[in-house]
C-alpha cells in the first residue's frame, strides 16, 4: 500500500474508491466503509483519506486516546484491500473550508469517482462540512457516494468511544467483540530495570507514547508475535520507571519459550484477557510467585490459539 502525508495541487492516481475517516482502531464500524470502497475494485483503486492528530490540544484530551499506531493502523487497511492511504497532519487540514477538501483533496488530488462514509462524517474548518454537502457535490461531478450504515452491537453502535471506555475498564472481551479482532499495541523494546532477568522471567518493555490509549493497569493474556512466529505472554501494564525520564506508563511482558535479545526491535502484541488489577507484592518471591501463576494461566487460556 502506498501511503502519502501531504497533498499537493495534482496527483498522478488513477480514478479511486474513497473511504472518508479517521478509522482510529479500525473497528468493525470503519471496516464496512472500508470494505465497501475496497469492493470497487479492480475498476476503481481502493484508497482511503484519513488524517493523523499533530496539535497538542487534541493528543492531550482526556477523552481521546490513540487506539492504534500509525504503522499498525496500515498494516491493517491494507489487509482489508486499500491500496492508497492519504494521511496528512491535522493542523494541515483543520483550517480548510469543506468546499476546498471536496475539490482540493478528494477530486483534485485523490480522483475519486466513489466516496464512502459513515452517516456522521464531518470535515473542515469547524467541522462545517456533513454528509448532505458531500452528496450535493458529488453528484454535481459525477461521482458515486454512498452513506455506510453504522454496524451494531447489542443494539448500539460500535464506536471507537465504546472501545476506550472498554479499555479503560479492562474489558478486553467487549473491546476485542467491537474491535472484530484484538486489541493491540506495538512499541520500540527499550531497557527496563532488569529485575525479571534477575528473578528468572525475562521481561521486555515498550513504552506508551503521550497520545496513545492507556489501558487498565493490571496484567493481560496475550500473544506476541516475533519473526512471523506467535509466543503466549502475560503483559503488565502500569507505571515504569524510565531511565533518566523518571517515571511513564508502559507495558511489561514476560514470554514464555522465548529466549532471545529483542532490544531496539518493534514488536507486536495482541490481548486476549485481562487476568488481575494492580497489585503490591510484600516480598520478591511473591512477585516470582504471582508472574509465573499469571504466566500459567495465559498459556491455559492461549495455547488452543496458536497450538502448543
Request: glycine content about 8%; some cysteine; proline content about 5%.
Amino acid at each position: 500500500m502506498e501511503i502519502c502525508n501531504q497533498v499537493s495541487q495534482f496527483s498522478q492516481l488513477p480514478d479511486t474508491a474513497v473511504a472518508l475517516g479517521l478509522f482510529d482502531g479500525v473497528h468493525r464500524g470503519h471496516q464496512a466503509v472500508i470494505r465497501a470502497a475496497a469492493n470497487c475494485a479492480p475498476e476503481l483503486m481502493p484508497a482511503v483519506f484519513t488524517f493523523r492528530f499533530d496539535t497538542r490540544e487534541v493528543v492531550t484530551k482526556k477523552q481521546f486516546g490513540q487506539l492504534l499506531r500509525p504503522e499498525l493502523k496500515a498494516a491493517k487497511l491494507e489487509e482489508y484491500g486499500i491500496r492508497f492511504m492519504l494521511e496528512p497532519p491535522f493542523s494541515t487540514i483543520m483550517k480548510m473550508e469543506p468546499e476546498s477538501f471536496i475539490q482540493g483533496i478528494l477530486f483534485n488530488f485523490m480522483h475519486a469517482k466513489a466516496v464512502f462514509c459513515g452517516e456522521d462524517f464531518r470535515f473542515g474548518k469547524n467541522a462545517a462540512g456533513n454528509t448532505e454537502l458531500l452528496k450535493r457535490a458529488c453528484e454535481k461531478n459525477g461521482v458515486q457516494f454512498h452513506i455506510v450504515q453504522p454496524v451494531l452491537d447489542d443494539g448500539v453502535p460500535v464506536s471507537s468511544t465504546r472501545i476506550r471506555a472498554a479499555l479503560r475498564e479492562g474489558d478486553i472481551a467487549l473491546a476485542n467483540r467491537l474491535l472484530g479482532s484484538p486489541y493491540m499495541t506495538c512499541g520500540t523494546v527499550v531497557h527496563g530495570r532488569h529485575m525479571g532477568h534477575e528473578l528468572g522471567f525475562p521481561t521486555i518493555n515498550q513504552l506508551f507514547s503521550p497520545e496513545d490509549l492507556i489501558p487498565r493497569f493490571g496484567v493481560y493474556a496475550t500473544i506476541v508475535e516475533i519473526d512471523g512466529k506467535q509466543y503466549i505472554g502475560a503483559t503488565d501494564i502500569g507505571v515504569k520507571p524510565t531511565v533518566g525520564e523518571g517515571y511513564a506508563p508502559a507495558a511489561e511482558t514476560y514470554i514464555l519459550d522465548f529466549d532471545g535479545d529483542l532490544y531496539g526491535r518493534n514488536i507486536r502484541i495482541s490481548y486476549y484477557a485481562f487476568l488481575r488489577g494492580e497489585k503490591r507484592f510484600d516480598s520478591l518471591e511473591e512477585l516470582t510467585s504471582t508472574v509465573l501463576s499469571n504466566a500459567q494461566q495465559a498459556k491455559d487460556l492461549l495455547s488452543p490459539l496458536i497450538g502448543r
